[in-house]
């Protein structure tokens, strides 16, 4: 069974730093384009980050381009997400999902049930 | 970047049809893939591809594809499918960025 569970959330001032983690199990982690989606209190879903499955590939939402890096450690199966210089905007719910890409677009068929961070003073 | 654009709601009737559409040029090039969120819950995936249902996706729920417009349809709505659906696709620039649907709110009646 494929699971994704993301820990590191909480509460950080502005201008403060961040890291989310992803565990993956159930599947061959080292496979798979891996991404970060996040979604602000009462809004909808919004594409963060993804990470080829080498590492050797990256790309973000302009948003969060040089505050926020992707990363991932396939020796064990996780994913990460640094956030530096946060801002209250980046307050959101941020779910951890397996991309499985094919010729002609990709889709997230597995999800984590997400981890809350919260950009306040 | 590419948008995505659906409409915010929509209503159906309990057993009636209803589809649910998204627009945006990279639709051109990129296949949709559809995501049902409950409150409080994680998206799930419900179409992909040219019109693919995951495992334990009832086929009431099927895909399509025009241009530069995706649609999800909902075959007999069932009360247990009001959600928030979103669309989503690869970027139109051709890198491996995503886009995300604004999101469309369909409530059973």
């Known amino acids: 069974e494929v699971q994704l569970v993301e820990s590191g959330g909480g509460l950080v001032q502005p201008g403060g730093s961040l890291r989310l983690s992803c565990a993956a199990s159930?599947?061959?982690?080292?496979?798979?384009?891996m991404s970060w989606v996040r979604q602000a209190p009462g809004k909808g879903l919004e594409w963060v980050a993804n990470i080829k499955q080498d590492g050797s590939e990256k790309y973000y939402v302009d948003s969060v381009k040089g505050r926020f890096t992707i990363s991932r450690d396939n020796a064990k199966n996780s994913l990460y997400l640094q956030m530096n210089s946060l801002r209250a905007e980046d307050t959101a719910v941020y779910y951890c999902?397996?991309?499985?890409?094919?010729?002609?677009?990709?889709?997230?068929?597995?999800w984590g049930q997400g981890t809350l961070v919260t950009v306040s003073s | 970047s590419s948008e995505l654009t659906q409409d915010p709601a929509v209503s159906v009737a309990l057993g009636q049809t209803v589809r649910i559409t998204c627009q945006g040029d990279s639709l051109r090039s990129y296949y949709a893939s559809w995501y049902q969120q409950k409150p409080g819950q994680a998206p799930v995936l419900v179409i992909y591809g040219k019109n693919n249902r995951p495992s334990g996706i009832p086929d009431r729920f099927s895909g399509s594809s025009s241009g530069n417009t995706a649609s999800l349809t909902i075959t007999g709505a069932q009360a247990e499918d009001e959600a928030d659906y979103y669309c989503?696709?690869?970027?139109?620039?051709?890198?491996?960025?995503?886009?995300f649907g604004t999101g469309t709110k369909v409530t059973v009646l």
């Open positions: 989503n696709s690869r970027d139109s620039s051709g890198n491996h960025l995503y886009v």
């Open positions: 159930g599947f061959t982690f080292s496979s798979y384009w």
């Open positions: 999902a397996r991309v499985t890409t094919v010729t002609y677009g990709g889709h997230f068929d597995y």
